[in-house]
């Protein structure tokens, strides 16, 4: 099969091209950003008219306001997209960094590096910026990248993957770095996950059936970029003009993405004069509200909220909403229905801050502040290439540092083990 193929061949060279790229040096590699940087911003219009097709197909075929928002690609987020480019290029290459020394008692020196992982496959669905974003950081970082993209982004991507290779070449890099796999559909990707001979690490991005079927096909260690049940808990002793903008934010800013607030919990001791206001905010907003029994006594004309909602990812303007006696109920349904992926509190008390921060198990956590800032080029990383909601290997937004691995080097002069 020519698909098979495809597959097989560009897996391959990726893995050649890897043992290569453990020798590229960082100015190297920030001669191909430069060159990405220059090839991007002389050719907006042509990824612009190329995003253009996928969107009129995406809308044509029917495809929900949350995911058309995901795949178009604009001025001001290709512009975002190259703000990426120059913050990566000026961040600390960890490739060859030194985690730790030690001397032991026998005379040995061993050392603790950062090396790269080698080949990564990432398997995501619509956001075309994803290809720029997990190339930039795989190629910083010194591994090799295998890109399977949403056929429904299909031509963004070969649009933005071109102008990769022109780029990794034009710096004296292996264009192999950079492969996009573009046909043979669900069986491609199946194949993809039993190449472990040649691929070291798959990192699913898209929705929660993509990422189960992933799991469950690999034979490649996979870190999850899992859905994002994220909650504000809106505690009582808060500054309330304070929590009705972060909460708007959180839900309204940007509700297709994974740190969108899902649920909002509120202490029973505010409620009353908190939910009322909140709900006037988010119905200008158009937000859909459903909310548990004691909520619509507040609020009686929206929805109720099913045992479903509490565990939903909406992806759009829809919230569940909840009135809880104490931080303890918020923290036990936090942990519950959570995803582990981001969740904030909204107080003026220290010691619930503090135990907010002990006891809920997710990997970011906020105080005073949107779960919307979950998100690598907010915490410096330039860009990021998923965010975590593994414990193992990496948690929480993924930038350069964790795409290395580490290895141990050790440096003797004749020891033998007795």
Not at 247 to 270: G, Q, S
Not at 338 to 349: D, K, Q, W
Request: glycine content about 6%; proline content about 3%; hydrophobic content about 40%.
């Amino acid at each position: 099969m020519r698909w098979q193929e495809e597959v097989i061949e560009k897996a391959k060279r990726a893995k050649k091209a890897s043992l290569n790229a453990m020798n590229y040096t960082t100015y190297q590699k920030n001669k191909f950003l430069v060159a990405l940087s220059a090839n991007i911003s002389q050719n907006e219009r042509k990824i612009l008219s190329a995003n253009n097709k996928d969107v009129k197909n995406a809308i044509k075929n029917n495809y929900s306001s949350a995911f058309i928002d995901r795949l178009t690609l604009t001025y001001e987020r290709i512009s975002k997209i190259l703000k990426s480019i120059e913050i990566v290029k000026g961040l600390p290459d960890p490739v060859g960094e030194k985690i730790s020394e030690i001397i032991r008692p026998n005379g040995l020196k061993i050392e603790k590096i950062r090396t790269p992982i080698g080949v990564i496959g990432i398997i995501y669905e619509s956001r075309p910026d994803v290809t720029v974003e997990a190339s930039i950081l795989c190629l910083k970082s010194g591994n090799c990248v295998i890109l399977r993209g949403g056929k429904e982004a299909k031509h963004s991507n070969r649009m933005l993957v071109s102008l990769i290779k022109k780029s990794l070449v034009e710096a004296g890099l292996s264009e192999d770095m950079v492969n996009l796999i573009s046909s043979g559909g669900r069986k491609a990707v199946r194949y993809l996950l039993s190449l472990n001979k040649y691929i070291d690490l798959i990192i699913p991005r898209g929705g929660e059936s993509l990422i189960k079927t992933v799991v469950e096909e690999s034979t490649i260690p996979v870190i999850k970029h899992y859905k994002g049940v994220c909650h504000t808990y809106v505690d009582r002793d808060v500054d309330m003009n304070m929590a009705l903008n972060l909460c708007y934010n959180a839900k309204v800013h940007r509700p297709a993405t994974c740190n969108a607030m899902e649920t909002l919990l509120v202490h029973k001791d505010i409620a009353s004069s908190f939910l009322p206001l909140m709900a006037k905010m988010f119905k200008e907003a158009k937000v859909e509200m459903r909310g548990c029994k004691r909520t619509l006594e507040i609020l009686p004309d929206i929805n109720e909220a099913t045992e479903e909602d509490w565990s939903t990812e909406y992806l759009d303007l829809i919230i569940s909403i909840k009135v809880v006696d104490s931080l303890d109920e918020a923290i036990e349904h936090i942990n519950r229905y959570g995803t582990m992926h981001s969740e904030a509190i909204i107080t003026n008390n220290r010691e619930a801050v503090n135990k907010f921060f002990k006891e809920v198990d997710a990997a970011a956590l906020f105080h005073n502040a949107s779960t919307r800032f979950t998100d690598g080029g907010e915490f410096g990383m330039g860009a990021e290439i998923g965010i975590s909601t593994d414990k193992i290997h990496a948690r929480g937004p993924m930038g350069l540092v964790e795409l290395t691995t580490y290895k141990y080097l050790i440096y003797g002069n004749g020891q033998i083990r007795q």
